[in-house]
């Protein structure tokens, strides 16, 4: 058989990931699960599993279910501002995970060497190429670059910025990227870029196989792009990380979540690390209302802009089919413009 165009791309992503095909399944909170990451796993892309705020004895059964569903190498992401991420370090230490992967704000030098002292390969955002080159000196063995087109927590820089800024500028460490992409026919010029694979979340988050309440669903299929917006930060007194969802009544809601909070710092009834606290559990408690219970009104519906491409369930192994064909054909399409 002839040796795809796109095998030639793939081998960075490939090798670093132990996994047939460098397309990341981005972790997702309640959604993330072992049934979607050992389906993704299984279909040879990447799963990784949502530490989030989860109590570590159940996360640490979820590695062990998915383990059970799935032979292949997974990841887990840890949120280094979730109020649990200490007791997740803990646990590290004892899971012998494979993969690593820092989200939610920047690590210590000290926590990657922990997680590297266990044998585990440590992936890290990058907003910037100084944050880029500081992950890197702190020992990260690859970086993900996420625009903020993506859905749930995100920064502030769209990805074909971050592209330029740091991926053009690392040639000589697996970059992954994400934010936005959901097709084939983009992934293929991530890949031609230089990136070593590319991640995707809101088209995984309808998957079959994905637990998301149907209503969750639905309302995925039917949103526009422009539909997933992004919170705002009201006060630098309470640094908010932005989270990108579909709007709701649940931007309203916390929005005023906000503002009832910046009214106990100024008059010193709650301390600025309680009321961060209290910002992350809304989001949680909320993202758990649409994804389980399917509350479309008042849950969260993280979402990347990417929402606006996704118009169907469809099994784990289809998505991955139809993005490894689009990505070859698209390929072979530009290899032919260059003859």
Known sequence: MDQKLSDRFYKTGKEFLNV??????????????PNLVAAVANAGGFGCLAGGNTPPDILSQQIQETREKTDKPI?????????????????????????????????????????KATGAKVLCFASTLSIADRMLKYG?????????????????????VLLQQVLFKIPDVPIFVGGGLATGRIAAHMYLM?????????????AKESIAHINFKKRFIKAKAREAISTPQ??????????????????????????????????????RHDAQNKVEEFWMGALRRAV?????????????????LV????????IMREILEDTETELQRVKDTLI
């Not at 047939?20 to 699960?33: F, H, Q, R, V």
């Not at 230089?194 to 988050?205: K, L, N």
């Not at 990108?244 to 709650?270: M, P, V, Y």
């Not at 389980?292 to 606006?308: E, F, K, T």
């Open 20 to 33: 047939d095909y460098p397309i990341i399944c981005g972790a997702m909170t309640w959604i993330s699960e």
């Open 75 to 115: 990841g887990v992401n840890l949120i280094t501002i979730a109020p649990v991420y200490p007791e997740h370090m803990v646990l590290v230490k004892d899971l012998k995970l494979e993969y690593v992967i820092f989200a939610g704000s920047f690590p210590r030098e000290r926590e990657i060497d922990q997680v």
């Open 140 to 160: 990260a063995d690859a970086l993900i670059l996420e625009g903020s087109e993506a859905g749930g927590h995100v920064g502030h820089v769209s990805l074909n």
């Open 194 to 206: 230089g990136a070593a694979g590319v991640q995707m979340g809101t088209r995984f988050a309808v």
């Open 234 to 271: 009201y006060d630098s007194r309470l640094p908010v990380v932005a989270v990108r969802s579909i709007k709701n009544k649940a931007h309203k809601e916390f929005g005023q979540l906000q503002l009832d909070l910046l009214k106990q710092l100024e008059l010193e009834t709650i301390h």
């Open 292 to 308: 389980v219970d399917g509350d479309i009104d008042s849950g969260s519906l993280m979402a990347g802009q990417s929402v606006g």
């Open 311 to 318: 118009d169907k369930i469809e099994p784990v192994s289809e």
